[in-house]
């Protein structure tokens, strides 16, 4: 098993260079340095996460694969791509053991030149879920605040964030008490970290306390969606 000693210093050249490059024929030509520079240490860093994950809850995945694993593809869907067919970032997700997507509750490291962030909560839920998540905060609005405003979650991650209807959601009327929250169309926190963590096996250990510090709002979503946490 590799282990994971922070993501090599050709990373952040890499990312910059397909930035400036970004197509199919120079990705190609360069696709062992990808290998190399993401794609391995990439690997390296989803096993040494899913090796503590349990430290957080045991019902979190961490799944080191290329394909359909915790780390995002680098090829831009292509409905969005726009002439740029690879993302200039990477990203992970160790999702919920019933989410096969992105939009169930998780973790998410992202990395790209001068920016690292790692995040929880979920993002864009499906309609239905998102209808049981707002329906669970109207009938337990204290737990809600609770987690919500929870001292540890909001020292390291700030207000809970994510995009917001411009009306109330429907069943809800505009002087409900917690309106600002019914209206969110996702509900996640994320912490900026230090230029350079990418570059270090530090990354895991930030990683993983960021996660343990993001309990109440997690074991919160878990309950509203009847998840295990």
């Known amino acids: 098993m590799p282990v994971f000693d922070g993501f090599p210093k050709d990373l952040y050249p890499f ?13 190609n030509a360069n696709k062992q340095r990808y290998r190399d520079a993401i794609l391995e240490p990439g690997m390296a860093f989803i096993e040494a996460v899913g090796e503590r994950l349990v430290e957080v809850s045991p019902h979190f995945r961490a799944i080191a694969k290329s394909n359909g694993g915790s780390m995002f593809r680098i090829y831009r869907d292509a409905r ?28 998410y490291v992202h990395i790209e030149p001068k920016l690292t962030l ?15 998540i707002r329906a669970f905060i109207d009938d337990n609005p204290n737990a809600w605040k609770k987690a919500r405003d929870d001292r540890t979650l909001r020292k390291r991650f700030g207000e809970i964030g994510g995009d917001r209807l411009i009306r109330p ?9 917690l309106i600002e929250d019914l209206k969110r169309k996702s509900f996640f926190v994320l912490q900026e970290q230090r230029p350079g963590l990418a570059g270090s096996a530090e990354l895991v250990d930030e990683s993983i306390a960021a996660f343990r510090d993001a309990d109440p709002l997690m074991r919160y979503l878990c309950m509203a969606l009847e998840a295990e946490f």
């Open 15 to 27: 990312l910059r260079a397909l930035g400036k490059n970004n197509n199919r024929e120079w990705f």
């Open 80 to 107: 969005y791509a726009r002439g740029r067919p690879y993302k200039e970032n990477i990203g992970f997700h160790f999702r919920h053991e019933l989410g096969r997507d992105a939009h169930a509750p998780g973790y």
């Open 118 to 132: 790692i995040g929880c909560g979920i993002w864009m839920p499906p309609s239905p879920a998102l209808a049981r």
């Open 169 to 177: 959601p429907r069943g809800y009327a505009a002087d409900h008490p």
